[in-house]
């Protein structure tokens, strides 16, 4: 299945999701190395050995609207043992101050420090980039005042829009549709700009199903145009490089990438050249054996944990 095809993500299941990723691994970055894939059952298995957690969000401290059970409890737990945790989540579309409430709501208590989304790569990368005017994709109901500095349009039906700007952000895909996905590819096509993705993600596991995220638009642009994105987030190194600013001295052997997807958050945390665990229980492998398709990408965590 072609990424241009999962516009319907509802009807996905985890072998579909899972091969449209293995479809895009030349965009992605190299196997680095192998890990032992030692079955354990939880994150307090692994306690002794690590010092520092990264913690993707879905799949991980939630699914959806709801988190998991259990693991606000489990996350305080190892918080009030002197670990360091740490959200790394591709949650671009989200301002900062959306997640905060929302992980509280949840059950969780972190610091405003210690929640790092792509979209603080994706701004520090807008910083850093010429004074563009950029065409937005993101959902124009959330607050998005971080984007105040930058010159930005939303992206809507009118094809002028897009002719207009001088790059292309692609933060939030909820309100995307098919026919403004045609416009942005067609106006690729006659004039090839800047295209800057803060949420890498292909797809994300909700209650039922999982939804399609930015990744999955840019990938299909990429494929329909020849265009290159520039990815901010998991798996790609920039949103790595701010975590570990952020812990300032630590140990890179005593820290570890939890997450529930091998194309992000394992094949991104081996390359950032941390430990790595896979949750096999929830969020995209859940009821699924995680085995096979650990063997068909080739890569393979550090430890495969039952749940978080």
Not at 147 to 172: I, K, Q, S
Not at 205 to 215: A, I, K, L, T
Request: charged fraction near 20%.
């Amino acid at each position: 299945m072609g990424v241009s095809e999962s516009s319907g993500c509802d009807h996905l299941n985890a072998d579909q999701a899972f091969s449209i990723y293995e479809g895009v691994r030349h965009r992605l970055p190299p196997v680095v190395r192998s890990g032992a894939c030692l079955r354990v059952p939880d994150l307090d298995a692994i306690a002794d050995d690590v010092d520092v957690f990264l913690l993707d969000a879905f799949g991980v401290l939630n699914i959806g609207e709801n988190a998991i059970a259990g693991v606000p409890e489990r996350v305080a737990g190892l918080q009030a043992a002197g670990k360091r945790v740490l959200v790394v989540s591709n949650a671009a579309g989200y301002p900062h101050t959306t997640l905060m409430e929302k992980y509280t709501r949840l059950g969780y208590n972190f610091d405003t420090d210690d929640v790092i989304t792509s979209r603080h790569a994706t701004l520090a990368g807008l910083a850093a980039a010429p004074a563009y005017k950029w065409g937005l994709m993101a959902t124009p109901e959330f607050e998005h005042r971080d984007l105040d500095p930058f010159d930005t349009v939303y992206l809507a039906e009118d094809p002028a829009v897009y002719a207009t700007v001088d790059a292309f952000l692609l933060l939030g895909s909820a309100k995307w549709t098919p026919e403004r996905q045609a416009l942005l590819v067609a106006d690729i096509r006659a004039r090839p700009r800047p295209v800057f993705v803060g949420n890498p993600d292909i797809v994300a596991p909700r209650d039922v199903g999982f939804s399609v995220e930015p990744g999955s638009f840019a990938h299909a642009l990429a494929d329909a145009t020849g265009i290159a994105p520039v990815f901010f987030g998991k798996p790609f190194g920039n949103i790595f490089d701010i975590a570990f600013a952020r812990l300032g001295e630590f140990d890179l052997a005593r820290t570890v990438m939890v997450g529930d997807s091998l194309h992000t958050d394992i094949l991104g945390g081996q390359a950032a050249g941390i430990k790595t665990a896979l949750v096999a229980g929830y969020g995209f492998f859940a009821g699924h054996d995680v085995i096979a398709p650990i063997a068909a990408a080739g890569i393979r965590p550090d430890y495969i944990l039952d749940r978080p």
